[in-house]
Structure formats: C-alpha cells, structure tokens
C-alpha cells in the first residue's frame, strides 16, 4: 500500500507565504514525477508546479516567480514553497505522485488535499 498526505496549508493574507509538504510512505521502489495541483470549487483541477526525479522543474504561468517546488528523494517528499500569495490562490492543493511498488508500470497517486486561503 502507498499513502500520500499534504500538510502546510491555511489561512494566510495576502503578499504572505505558505509552505506545503507532501510526503510519500508504504510500498515504493522508486518515485518518478511528483507535482502540486490545486482546484477551486467548480472548476477543473490545474498543475501548479512538478519535478522529475532528477530535478527539473515546471511551473503554471501563475506560479512563476512566486512558488518554488523542490524534492527530497531519501524522505520521499515533495514541497511548494508558496512566496506573495494572492486571493486568486485560494484553493484545494493535491500532491501528485508517480510511484513504482513493483510489477511493470507505475502507478499515480493523489493525497488528500489541503485547503489554503489567501485573504485580500
């Protein structure tokens, strides 16, 4: 079995910053790409921020500049660091992770969600 949980997120005003965690736990050989996404309610869900296993990065237009997504493979573990927030970020954020536990392919892996708003 493979668990993902975030953490980090909350209420913050706006210009203010948030840093989210997502760690990875259970049955993994191996993690490929690992990413934030968020959702706001009635709208579809959107990347914000990934990284490959080897490092590389890719961001939303909205992200850049502002957020800064890094990984640590010995922990497992992905974060979003969130700098100048504005309302507009105001969303659920998931962590997604590609995760090989063996057999032939790898399998994606969705945490539970954490809310963050950004007051104006």
């Known amino acids: 079995q493979v668990q993902v949980v975030e953490s980090g997120g909350g209420l913050v005003q706006a210009g203010g910053s948030l840093r989210l965690s997502c760690a990875a736990s259970?049955?993994?050989?191996?993690?490929?790409?690992m990413g934030w996404y968020r959702q706001v309610l009635g709208k579809q869900r959107e990347l914000v921020a990934g990284?490959?296993?080897?490092?590389?990065?890719n961001y939303a237009d909205s992200a850049k500049g502002r957020f800064t997504i890094s990984r640590d493979n010995r922990k497992n573990t992905v974060y979003l660091q969130m700098n100048s927030l504005k309302p507009e970020d105001t969303a659920v954020y998931y962590c997604?992770?590609?995760?090989?536990?063996?057999?032939?392919?790898?399998?994606?892996?969705w945490g539970q969600g954490t809310q963050v708003t950004v007051s104006s």
């Open positions: 997604n992770a590609a995760i090989y536990s063996g057999g032939t392919s790898l399998k994606t892996y």
């Open positions: 259970g049955s993994i050989i191996s993690i490929n790409a």
């Open positions: 990284i490959t296993s080897g490092g590389s990065t």
